[in-house]
């Protein structure tokens, strides 16, 4: 897969990596680029971390991390500092949870979906 979309503030900008017949339009429609009347292309989109909660948790692990964004439907896995979290739970398109591991520090956290892996948020 690859990324032909990036999100800037409020826009969403599209890069197209092949050349369009003139007159040619773009509808996103719930994961599906389509060029109307040319063809339609099958693209993901790459999950974003906005917030995470709560913050912070034992050194031994164990807590539950509600982590809210975008694009995190379908998330396969969290991770905290590079080590996966478990019962990893989807909520919803913008929200999943995850049991934290083990561990001392503040991390980074990575959501992966089928459209990839989220820039790293937190530590």
């Keep these: ?8 503030g409020s826009t969403t900008r599209l890069t197209l990596h092949k050349r369009l017949a003139a007159g ?21 989109v790459v999950p974003a971390v906005t917030s995470i909660s709560p913050t912070g948790g034992p050194v031994a692990g164990g807590t539950t991390v509600t982590i809210i964004g975008t694009a995190l439907a379908g ?40 459209g990839g892996t989220s820039p790293a948020v937190g530590g």
Excluded at 1 to 8: A, E, L
Excluded at 27 to 41: F, N, Q
Excluded at 77 to 106: E, L, Q, W
């Design 1 to 8: 897969m690859r990324t032909i979309g990036t999100r800037h």
């Design 24 to 44: 040619a339009s773009i509808a996103i429609l719930a994961g599906t680029a389509t060029v109307l009347g040319t063809s339609t292309a099958a693209f993901a």
């Design 75 to 114: 998330t396969t896995a969290v991770s905290f500092g590079g080590t996966p979290g478990t019962a990893v739970t989807n909520i919803s398109a913008t929200s999943v949870s995850a049991v934290s591991p083990a561990g001392t520090g503040a991390v980074d956290v990575e959501v992966t979906t089928p």
